[in-house]
Nanobody
Framework: QVQLVESGGGLVQAGASLRLSCAAS????????MAWFRQAPGKEREFVAT????????QYADSVKGRFSIWRDNAVNTVSLRMNTVKPEDTAVYYC??????????????????WGQGTQVTVSS
């Protein structure tokens, strides 16, 4: 079982930067690929970024490529998302996800076993 808790959301102006963090419980964090997804009001939850178990591999949605970066620190069980040059269309609840254990990265939400409660990011124009 993995429990995930996101933090770092808030209200920012367009063009600003924001850092989201996700703290994971347990001693098996390094065995899970991790990802960030987001869900805007009235829309499906969509992929944002994913990172491999050792942090060497990353993948981004086209909409955030070049602006967002994902990294992880397995020593302290955290995965983070740096959001640069945010846009109003980045407004959403951002979710951290883990899984599958010992698996590879995926942009598909069905691949992930554990989810955090989400953190709201609102970008004003």
């Amino acid at each position: 079982q993995v429990q995930l808790v996101e933090s770092g959301g808030g209200l920012v102006q367009a063009g600003a930067s924001l850092r989201l963090s996700c703290a994971a419980s347990g001693r098996t964090f390094a065995s899970y690929p991790m990802a960030w997804f987001r869900q805007a009001p009235g829309k499906e939850r969509e992929f944002v970024a994913t990172i491999s178990r050792n942090g060497a591999g990353t993948q981004y949605a086209d909409s955030v490529k070049g602006r967002f970066s994902i990294w992880r620190d397995n020593a302290v069980n955290t995965v983070s998302l740096r959001m640069n040059t945010v846009k109003p269309e980045d407004t959403a609840v951002y979710y951290c996800a883990a899984g599958p254990q010992f698996g590879g990265t995926s942009p598909h939400r069905e691949a992930y076993q554990y989810w955090g409660q989400g953190t709201q990011v609102t970008v004003s124009s």
